[in-house]
């Protein structure tokens, strides 16, 4: 058994250790991405262990139990020999109780940390990974993407789509945010944080999430928050009738609801809902943008409802909402470059055939190591597109798909498209759709490959008097048949008829 001292020394002595060990981890260069998540890894670990021995020593130099100073007073008295003499014997007697027993020096410990930090292991795995997270390269959001397109009212998107806009909350109505998606954003927020613990353990995680509820407090009052503008919690916001007044500039649109509706409104906040349309109208539009509690009294029926603590209650859920999705963009923000990254390979891996992806599915080959050794920046002086593999196309196979020549197209805002397929395809797309519209033009298969404003502008004229021409006019061609059986068109029949020739 340690006495107290040599515990004090022993701490110390782990302590100086520690801080030698840190320092050498912290010099050592990592080629790897691997590497650099273990090394994170193990100085983690040397920080706990560190702050633990500091807290031992707190806990012996505080001696709040007085054993330290009865020990050293023991060891100074005038009986020193005596206790030397006596602890001497209770070593002896505890080797001869336990002759087996082996005393391993600590730095047999630390060297042993010296040989896995000088060379690393490659089946070393200090922290877990599935194989579509790479080890910490890619984020694997597929559970979170499946609960997001099965909530209810949500528009589904593909899962790249899911990736680039899942921190894109303002875009998600608010009657849209049911308990389905509080489910969502209690798995994703899960996801992310095990996701940056496990790739950046020496991150304080905690305090950033800390900080980001403490800057939401005062801007979800003032209605700053991305989603949850202070149109969105007024009064009507706190009650099961809801009713977006922010669509409403005046008394007189909201009155267009109807009587009917305006009451259910009316009720569910407890005012006066008699009167008649307009006074019912101007009575709600009141709450526009204020609290329950904010109201003039005399608009309510007799007293103030529970809608005001339910109210409360409900702030406080929109509340715990807007703080969920305002971690997730901070997490967002702390993985931008896994993001992208992560898109990159998904787009990748779906170019691939299934032989390929099945092939190279939790395996790095050894180009790819190279590759990862060299900074993932691979030759390419004639800055040739990306193939599957990430390595530039063949020249001839740029060549043969006539990449090699570029198509201006001035309705895209002089978008330039490499190859004649990419240059059929885009009068299909958004961008030369938009371009047409702009313009006030329709975008049919009259304007294929017309790139110019002003020729496109000129056929829409052209168009415009062939249409014209071949519309139907009544006083040419629709035919009267006179008492005689003589057929003429409208116009020469009424001549006849004015002239009383029929």
Not at 23 to 44: D, G
Not at 438 to 444: A, R
Not at 464 to 482: C, G, I, L, T, Y
Request: hydrophobic letters at 30%; proline letters at 3%.
């Amino acid at each position: 058994m340690e006495s107290l001292l040599e515990q004090q020394r022993r701490y110390h002595e782990e302590r100086e250790r520690i801080m030698d060990a840190l320092v050498q981890e912290r010099l050592m260069t990592r080629s790897q991405h691997k590497e650099t998540i273990n090394s994170e890894h193990r100085q983690k670990v040397m920080l706990e262990r560190y702050d633990q021995c500091t807290n031992y020593l707190r806990e012996i130099y505080e001696d709040k139990d007085g054993e330290r100073k009865k020990e050293v007073q023991a060891l100074s008295g005038p009986n020193e020999f005596a206790e030397f003499y006596s602890r001497l014997k209770g070593i002896k007697d505890f080797h001869r109780r336990h002759p087996g027993e082996i005393s391993v020096p600590m730095s047999i410990e630390f060297e042993e940390m010296k040989k896995m930090r000088e060379n690393p292991n490659d089946d070393q795995t200090m922290v877990a990974f599935s194989d579509e997270e790479g080890y910490g390269k890619y984020l694997d959001l597929h559970a979170c993407y499946d609960k997001y397109i099965n909530i209810k009212g949500i528009d589904r998107v593909d899962y790249i789509t899911f990736i680039q806009r899942f921190d894109k909350f303002a875009d998600i109505p608010k009657d849209k945010k049911n308990a389905d998606y509080k489910s969502y954003l209690s798995t994703l927020t899960d996801y992310l944080y095990s996701f940056i613990t496990r790739t950046k353990p020496l991150l304080d995680l905690d305090g950033e999430l800390a900080e980001v509820l403490a800057d939401l407090d005062g801007r979800f009052e003032r209605g700053e928050c991305p989603g949850w503008g202070r149109e969105q919690h007024g009064a009507m916001a706190h009650t099961g009738a809801h009713l977006d007044l922010s669509a409403f500039s005046t008394s007189e649109e909201l009155a267009s609801l109807g009587l009917d509706r305006l009451k259910s409104g009316l009720m569910a906040l407890g005012l006066k809902c008699g009167g008649t349309l307009q006074e019912r109208a101007d009575r709600l539009f009141m709450t526009k943008g204020k609290d329950v509690s904010e109201l003039p009294a005399h608009l309510f029926a007799k007293s103030k409802p529970g809608a005001a603590k339910g109210g409360k209650a409900d702030n406080a859920k929109q509340k715990e909402t807007a703080g969920s999705e305002a971690q997730i963009v901070r997490m967002a923000e702390l993985i931008g470059d896994v993001r992208s990254d992560t898109i990159e390979n998904v787009e990748r891996k779906q170019a691939r055939t299934e032989g390929e992806r099945q092939e190279s599915d939790g395996e790095m080959s050894e180009d790819e190591e190279e590759e990862e050794n060299d900074d993932d920046i691979p030759y390419n002086p004639k800055n040739l597109p990306l193939g599957w593999d990430g390595k530039p196309i063949p020249y001839w196979l740029y060549k043969l798909h006539g990449l090699n020549i570029s198509y201006s197209c001035e309705i895209c805002g002089n978008q330039t498209y490499k190859g004649p397929k990419a240059f059929q395809r885009h009068f299909a797309e958004w961008r030369h759709a938009h371009g047409m519209r702009c313009l006030g033009i329709p975008n049919t298969a009259h304007f294929a490959n017309v790139t110019q404003i002003e020729d496109a502008m000129a056929l829409w004229e052209k168009l415009k008097v062939q249409k014209q021409e071949e519309a139907w006019k009544p006083e040419v061609e629709e035919e009267f048949e006179d008492s005689k059986g003589n057929v003429v068109n409208r116009k020469t029949y009424e001549d006849l008829k004015r002239q009383g020739l029929l």
